[in-house]
Nanobody
């Protein structure tokens, strides 16, 4: 059974940085189509943040985070990372990691593409 577990969230001041981690078990690296990060701010819907495509190591970012966030993977550790820099108060949200096998309809930007989700990790940015 696939499990996806996020960690690394916390409280930081504006301009600070964090590295979010997402460890998965139950599925070999070679069978994964891609993984992504989404976030949900208080009172808002969940939104796409970044994604990593396995086939060609392609990366995708929301306009609001491009240039500040970096997504990467470590296959040996079965871990996905999101380096978040220059944090802003509007980045405050619960950050979710998700994994896709590539069998559902949608693009990397769509929640519908993803098969497995973690429980989320809280990021709070104060001004």
């Amino acid at each position: 059974q696939v499990q996806v577990v996020e960690s690394g969230g916390g409280s930081v001041q504006a301009g600070g940085s964090l590295r979010l981690s997402c460890a998965w078990t139950g599925r070999p690296y070679s069978s994964i189509y891609g993984m992504g990060w989404f976030r949900q701010a208080p009172g808002k819907g969940r939104e796409f943040v970044a994604a990593f495509g396995w086939s060609d190591s392609s990366t995708y970012y929301a306009d609001s985070v491009r240039g500040r966030f970096t997504i990467s993977t470590d296959s040996a550790k079965s871990t996905l990372y999101l380096q978040v820099n220059s944090l802003k108060p509007e980045d405050t949200a619960v950050y979710y990691c998700a994994q896709t096998l590539g069998l559902r309809l949608g693009t990397f930007y769509d929640e519908s593409l993803y098969d497995y989700w973690g429980q989320g990790t809280q990021v709070t940015v104060s001004s």
